[in-house]
């Protein structure tokens, strides 16, 4: 079946630094993949839609200049945080609808700490 | 209000148990309906995914949905430890993969 990989799995930075989270779909081609965001005991926040070869769409509330995304293949989309600040820490999490509009699947999210 | 409500739990019950998870919707385009388990750190991964109306029916999993009553279940036979998780609804008026809505996730455990 359809399989997302999300890289890292976790990662720990300093406030003010950057992180780049990777998403890939790994047996099938998407030209759309979205970006989730997860607090504690929460269900997931759809944060943007990722388009390949075009600008992204992003949710309203959720800053674009502070969570920038690039979908630069159509395997490939990256999330990167950048000037981390304490609360942006959290769980990240990628998906990408299967072939002909299947459900989505999910990669296993990546759990940001910013200190 | 939401417009798809998921009751939080923590919803505990004995290995073996029959359970029963529930969401319900305001929106009546929603034609698309999935259940997702997710494990704690882990991403969600899907369980059960219907079309309109009805039943499905995978092993010990029967997905339920009652358009009229915009209301949908999740039962899980022979309940297992490793059933623990949280369970996820989702749903969309166009296609799966899609402009999904989620509710807010029940914690199910199950006991040995």
């Known amino acids: 079946g359809a399989v997302v990989s999300q890289h890292p799995s976790w990662v720990i930075c300093k406030s003010g630094t950057s992180v780049k989270i990777e998403c890939r779909s790994l047996?099938?081609?998407?030209?759309?993949m979205f970006w989730y965001r997860q607090f504690p005991k929460q269900s997931l926040m759809l944060m943007a839609t990722?388009?390949?070869?075009?600008?992204?769409?992003?949710e309203q509330g959720v800053e674009k200049d502070k969570f920038l995304i690039n979908h630069a293949s159509l395997t490939l989309s990256t999330l990167t945080v950048t000037s981390a600040h304490p609360e942006d820490s959290s769980f990240y999490i990628c998906?990408?609808?299967?072939?002909?509009?299947?459900?989505?699947?999910f990669g296993n999210g990546t759990r940001l700490t910013v200190t | 209000q939401k417009e798809v409500e998921q009751d939080p739990g923590p919803l505990s019950v004995p290995e073996g148990a029959i359970v029963s998870l529930n969401c319900t919707y305001s929106?009546?385009?929603?034609?698309?309906f999935m259940w997702y388990r997710q494990y704690s750190r882990k991403g969600p991964e899907l369980l059960m995914y219907?079309?309109?109306?009805g039943n499905k029916e995978d092993g010990r999993f029967t997905a339920q949905v009652d358009k009229s009553s915009k209301y949908i279940s999740l039962f899980i036979r022979d309940s297992q430890p490793s059933d623990s998780a949280t369970y996820l609804c989702?749903?969309?008026?166009?296609?799966?993969?899609?402009?999904?809505?989620f509710g807010g996730g029940t914690r199910l455990m199950v006991k040995p």
């Open positions: 219907t079309y309109s109306s």
């Open positions: 929106n009546s385009a929603f034609q698309y």
């Open positions: 990722s388009n390949e070869g075009s600008k992204a769409t992003y």
């Open positions: 998906s990408a609808p299967g072939t002909d509009n299947s459900p989505l699947h």
């Open positions: 047996d099938f081609q998407a030209t759309t």
């Open positions: 989702a749903m969309s008026p166009y296609n799966a993969g899609n402009m999904l809505t």
